[in-house]
């Protein structure tokens, strides 16, 4: 495919399109929500905004449930030295990068992964969003991205630069000045900064879809959001016009002098027949309380998410945690898949790099990923588990179930070392006999 201006322009479009569309996710995950815009202001009465962010908790939620426990990578074929490439060269960095592409997933429908060498020469890798990057993909079933724009500002730096990325190379632009949103006139030019060869060989951006139609983990429930936040703030605003209950005076005529001395002295003093009383506003709380319960019951099925504010038994094991999560813990597992296809691609690109940087050749198909849910752990029970399956099961692969275990080949590797040295010392130690 050939690389022009014009096809940079057509996918800076898109990109600005695309920004446009998605910044509403943004800005609820934030707490800008629709409530603070086109709320019903109403003269000289209370108009309090409630703001209840439930898109923040249910992102952090899913993500922390989801990657809270560090990514563990097993061999297919025990081979020990590509599970230790994997961890020397990535495990310090994995684990934040992997929850921050996962949560602006989420929030976004999509995200992207960009892998680099950084300038000490070790593979990286950093997270886009739709606001900033732009994929063009060859529509085939595999969906390959066959050209990809990072645009972004540099400090006091007015201009926007455009890196465009493709299959052998990586293109440097500078674009005229751009608004708040990164957008850009068609007319700017388009000047060309330079360019650089790249070692991976196809494009090193990876999308990290939220699902398989790429939208906003919670884009079917903002209506739900808004009427949560709508109604809890109408409540609140007609308590807080409460407090302005008018005095009614029947049968009596008072000057305003009067009703100053009164309000002074505490005293109303009115003529036979004469009624004074508070004119107060009913309100109905059952049924107001009954609708909020009812949204917010919808949120969180709409979610699949469990909500930990209820009154839980304090003694509830984990099986029945896992229970009360099944909705949640099959909502995870479709993410998982995208989750491991991406980490699959980001280890393709590793190789790569080891192959150029050291000549040694690994497959990438032979590491599998292991997701551990971030849940607590019956761990005598588990222990009971292991114990049965030791005959069963590798000792690599059992200790993949143990949460606090964050490097089972690493771990595998201490306790051999532990037992080796206990024999030599019972080997030293024994007596000698002599005849």
Known sequence: MEVNEDLIRLCLDELNTQAKQKLKYKHYYDGDHNILHDYDMQDSRSNRKLI??????????????LLGKPVNFISKTDNKAVVDCVDHNISHWDKEHNLNLRKQ????????????????????????????????????ADRNVILALHQFKKPFDSNLYVDVYTDTQIMHYEIGDADSLGTVSSGENLNYLGSHPHIFGRVPVIVCPANSDRKSGFEDVVSLFD????????????IADHRNAYLVVENAKLEEDDL????????????????????????????????????????????????????????????????KLLNLENRVSMREAFMERVIKERLRNLFVFIAKKEGITYDYRDVIVKFTRN????????????????????????????????????????????????AENTTDTEPTITQ
């Open 52 to 65: 209840f962010n439930f898109p923040r908790k249910f992102v952090d939620n899913e993500t922390g449930y």
């Open 260 to 323: 100053l001395k009164m309000k002074s002295m505490g005293i109303i003093q009115v003529p036979k027949g004469g009624k004074v009383s508070w004119l107060t506003k009913d309100i109905n709380d059952s049924f107001v309380q009954n609708e909020l319960e009812n949204i917010e019951r919808k949120i969180y099925d709409m979610m699949d998410e469990v909500n930990f504010n209820e009154n839980w038994a304090a003694n509830t094991s984990s099986l029945a945690l896992r229970n």
């Open 105 to 140: 997933s989420e929030i976004f429908g999509e995200s992207y992964e960009l892998d680099y060498i950084n300038t000490d020469g070790e593979f990286c890798g950093t997270v886009l969003t739709p606001l900033n990057c732009y994929c063009l993909e060859d529509g085939s």
């Open 227 to 238: 009427a949560y936040n709508a109604i809890n703030s109408d409540l609140v605003n007609e």
């Open 375 to 422: 849940l607590p752990t019956d761990l005598t029970g588990l222990a009971d588990v292991i114990v049965k399956l030791e005959n069963v099961c590798s000792q690599e692969t059992l200790l993949t179930l143990l949460p606090f275990v964050e490097s089972p080949k690493i771990e595998l590797n201490k306790y051999q070392a532990e037992q080796k040295q206990k």
